[in-house]
């Protein structure tokens, strides 16, 4: 029997001061993820194989041990192992600390101090998959997930992170004002493009100055509202290369309400 611990949770004190409590994810739910993850890495695998194989047997001239056949069939072993191991350090990176696998099961990763996951630990962690699989069928890092207070295997206690319950996905929240003004602006992620390295730049004191902007800008009277727009824009702009000056309110604002759909996807699973 698959013990879950679903209750176990953790604080978590940030860089920033900030205490943070999360919910510890188990060795069940870490074990379905990763078991959703392997059936797509495993289809893809499977895919690129018949395709190889077609194509080399649909040439005439085909000859399995020439020098030719040998190198791609080096090309594809390289591949296979990229792709076994950089499909999840490229999810988990690009996407939050999330896999597939881990997103339909409401989990994700993050690092020790409750930040995102880093490119870094990502790697680490994932490398180290090699380990934790030994002597088959993930015996080492199944023991080590059911033993550890933290559900911890050994790629997380190299890489320092942390795999916890997504909040976003347990708890249905009502739509708050600051969502309906998105709405009615149509605004969406797509009309900010942010990269990586600048997303990274926004700690959890942003965020929590972006959501309490959110929260009070219905209330605001008109001048004061001009007034707290452009002093958080003077403070976050520049970490996303842009300036205010030469902006009106109503591109500002919007801007600043698009921020806060990615540091929402960011930092809202904080509880």
């Not at 999810?91 to 020790?112: H, M, P, S």
């Not at 090699?130 to 997380?156: E, N, W």
């Not at 990269?195 to 902007?213: G, S």
Request: proline share 2%; net charge positive.
């Amino acid at each position: 029997m698959l013990m879950e611990w679903e209750d176990q949770q953790t604080d978590i004190k940030t860089p920033e001061y900030v205490s943070l409590q999360f919910q510890i994810a188990g060795l069940g739910s870490r074990a379905t993820a990763f078991i959703i993850d392997q059936l797509i890495v495993g289809l893809t695998i499977t895919l690129i194989i018949i395709s190889v194989f077609f194509a080399f047997f649909a040439n005439p001239g085909f000859m399995l041990f020439d020098s030719g056949s040998g190198f791609i069939i080096a090309g594809v072993i390289i591949a296979v192992f990229i792709l076994n191991y950089g499909y999840f350090m490229f999810f988990e990176f690009f996407w939050g600390g999330r896999t597939i696998g881990k997103r339909t099961l409401g989990i994700r990763v993050i690092q020790d101090n409750g930040h995102p996951i880093t490119l870094l630990s990502s790697f680490i962690r994932n490398l180290l998959r090699l380990i934790d699989s030994l002597p088959a069928g993930y015996l080492i890092g199944i023991l080590f997930v059911f033993l550890h207070k933290k559900h911890k295997r050994l790629g997380d206690f190299a890489a320092g992170t942390l795999v916890v319950h997504d909040n976003r996905v347990e708890r249905k929240k009502k739509k708050s004002v600051i969502d309906k003004i998105i709405k009615s602006r149509r605004l969406s992620k797509d009309d900010l493009v942010l990269e990586k390295v600048q997303l990274n730049q926004f700690t959890q004191q942003d965020w929590r100055l972006i959501n309490k902007y959110c929260e009070r800008y219905n209330s605001l009277p008109l001048q004061e509202k001009r007034q707290v727009t452009y002093q958080v824009a003077e403070i976050l702009f520049p970490k996303m290369d842009m300036e205010v000056k030469g902006q009106s309110v109503m591109d500002i604002e919007n801007t600043l309400f698009v921020l806060y759909l990615y540091l929402k996807d960011e930092w809202e699973f904080t509880m």
